[in-house]
Each structure stands twice: as C-alpha cells, then as structure tokens.
C-alpha cells in the first residue's frame, strides 16, 4: 500500500462521515510527521463532537479549522488562519470532500435546491483551491522534486459516479438526485479546468469517486463501510502520479468515465 506521506493536510467537511474517516486513518500512521488541517461548518456544533474528541486525543496532530463551503468569507478567513500556522512548508495535500445532497427530478427539483447544491459542490471548492493556491505553490517549490505526486501538492476532490454523464443515466431512475448530480459534474469540469491551470506549478489535481458508502448522505442501503473506501481513497492518493493529473479515478483505483 502507498502511503500517504504529505506533511501538511487539509481536509473539508472533516467532522462526519467520509472526512473523519480520513482523519482517523491519517492518524494511524504515527511514524509520519504530519498536521491535519480538519474542517467543518460549525467545530462547536453537536455534529463535529467525534472530531472535538479525537483533537483532544491528539492535540499535536489536528487543529480544527471553521471553514463553510457556502461562505465566501469563511473560506478566506480559514485560509489566513491555516496560513498563519503553516509556516514555509505550504499545504501539501487539500481534500476537498464537503458536500450537499438534494435529491429531485426536473417537477421535484426546487431554485433553493439547485443554487444550494452548486453553491457547496462547485463554488465552494473553486473559492477554496483558489485562496490556498498559495500555500500549495509554496509546497510544490519547496519540495524540491520534480514530478506530481500527493506527497509534493495535490488537490484531490472527492466527486461522485453521480457527476458521470455516462454512468449516471441509467441509474437515474433509481436515484432521483438531479440537483446533486448537476453539481457533482460542474464539480468534475471544475477538477479538469483546475487541472489545466494548476499544471505549471506541479499540482496535481484529480477527481475521486469514494464509492456508494454507508454515510450520513449514503444511507443506510450502501454496501460499502467508510473505512473500507477511505482505505481504498488513500491508497489511491497516496500511489498518484502526474499520470493520472486530470484523471477521474475511484475508491479502487480504476479509471471512471466523465
């Protein structure tokens, strides 16, 4: 298994589901020096208690970070905050997981639905990569590596098959889930875009798909526990190149279609 080996990891929507699954298996490995940015809507909530607890348990590890995917003004304060204690080393390697599910067919689907969808699955992630591109360009210079790799500076955004224009039709009768769909393919064309200009710096970018998981947003119907597709995700992460710059892949490792 590939390692994940970046020194300096931020994490959105970190305190449920996918995102604290991460952050639990990150911490496993103690032989690596690394800090976790974890952050979530409201760190004081009743919803980001797990995530309280496990920052208590490791204190020198995570720092929690209030980040709101729907505000613009959250984003860049958290960006000034996370800057603030970075120091030269950059941020390594950004996980833009949070995001919000509607489901909905063009009768159901209401305005609030689409415009809060696109708001927190494509504006929030584009105004995220855009005020930490500073931090990951200081990563990927001070590397001093060449090539692309999650270790050096990578974006890795946590999509969905439902952002797939060719796997999602037929399926589509099965899961209603027009506003989120919708999204989670401006998502995708967002990671491609992305991809292009972050290339001259060396920053990898790419889409992952985690897998139908058994979440808080995946239901009780999944067939796939978080820890055996964060097991899979980080596997993934931790083996790419810039091969796979651009790519959409999943919580396996096999190309998906866009």
């Known amino acids: ?132 591109l500073p931090y990951l360009q200081a990563a990927a210079k001070a590397s001093g590596i060449p090539g692309m790799s999650s270790n050096k500076a990578a974006v890795i955004n946590i999509s969905s098959l439902g952002g797939s224009m060719t796997r999602m039709p037929p399926m589509y009768i099965q899961f209603p889930e027009l506003p989120y769909c919708i999204s989670k393919a401006g998502f995708n064309m967002l990671t491609v875009l992305a991809a292009e200009e972050l290339k001259a710096d060396e920053i990898l970018c790419m889409a992952l798909h985690p897998g139908w998981v058994k979440t808080e947003m995946g239901g009780e119907k999944a067939p796939l526990e978080s820890k055996e597709s964060v097991e899979g995700m980080l596997r993934v992460i931790g083996s790419l190149t810039e091969k796979q710059h651009g790519g959409f892949l999943d919580y396996t490792g096999e190309t998906m279609p866009w």
Do not use: W
């Open 1 to 132: 298994m590939a390692a994940v080996k970046a020194c300096n990891i931020l994490i959105t929507g970190a305190n449920r589901g996918l995102g604290l699954e991460f952050i639990k298996q990150l911490l496993k490995d103690s032989s690596q020096k690394q800090h976790i940015f974890a952050t979530c809507r409201d760190p004081d909530g009743p919803k980001s208690e797990a995530l309280r607890e496990l920052t208590k348990k490791h204190p020198n590890v995570i720092t929690i970070i209030r980040l709101d995917a729907d505000d613009p003004c959250s984003i860049k304060e958290s960006a000034k905050k996370v800057g603030s204690l970075l120091g030269n080393c950059g941020l390594n390697l950004l996980v833009n997981n949070a995001a919000k599910m509607a489901n909905g067919n063009i009768q159901t689907s209401s305005v609030e639905d689409m415009k809060n969808t696109f708001n927190t699955n494509v504006i929030g992630p584009l105004l995220i990569i855009k005020e930490y």
